[in-house]
């Protein structure tokens, strides 16, 4: 029995309809980081790898065969297997499909949303959910507020501007661990954060991991973020 999973699932069904033109003609995971050569899902395989990860299961849904066409012709350091859903089960009813093609279904497993491009321990996240005997555990990120902030006094003078400043909530990152009983609690049909995961919680069986300081994330949404995450890139080269 691995404490640390060897297995991954990445959804990868999104439109990405806010990407657009990018995802005009690929699955939103396809779209490359410019300056790369990669797309999302080639930088997340990688990482998959490094962190123990011998097998992962891609669930395919918008332009499926271009994603496929690119995992068959790519070297891959790790085994892949591709589901397309013949119809949509939502995202909790996606994750169980994509599940039940796990090689080993009695061991944990990670997940990852498909756009979500980071760099971060995933053995670490794994002793956590190990620690904690949580069902699942979710990754937390706390991402820049896109705006500018503004700081005032309790008369109403503003004492301080902020460049985009950290949210003082913290988020799903869109990077789980999964035990293997976690699986069977997903809705055939339907949205697991609106089911599983609250229900999970209410048991305390559902653990929180928030992402190491300076740990990389980004969610890949829109053209500016595909900017940002290469200047970043160019950035950490230097």
Known sequence: ????????????????????????DRPKPMVEIPGTGTPIIGHQLSWLAAEGVTHAV?????????????????VLP?????????????RGGGLKYAAAHL???????YATNGDI????SLREMAAFH????????????????PWGAV????????TDFIEAPPSPFLINAGVYVFSADFTELLPDLGDHERTTFPRLAREQRLAGFPLP??????????????????KELAAQKV
């Open 1 to 24: 029995m691995h404490s640390t999973p060897t297995q991954a699932v990445i959804l990868a069904g999104g439109q990405g309809s806010r990407l657009r033109p990018y995802t005009d």
């Open 130 to 145: 190990a620690e904690r005997d949580a069902l699942a555990t979710l990754a937390l990120a706390r991402p820049r507020i």
């Open 58 to 74: 891609v669930s395919c849904g918008h332009l499926a065969e271009v994603l496929q066409e690119w995992l068959e012709a790519a």
């Open 213 to 230: 300081q300076g740990a990389y994330w980004r969610a890949i949404d829109t053209a500016k973020d595909l900017i940002e995450a290469a």
């Open 151 to 158: 700081e005032t006094d309790t008369f109403g003078h503003i």
């Open 117 to 120: 491009w980071t760099r971060f």
């Open 103 to 109: 090689p080993a279904s009695d061991e944990p497993w």
């Open 78 to 90: 790790l085994e892949v297997t591709t589901v397309v859903e013949t119809e949509p089960l939502g």
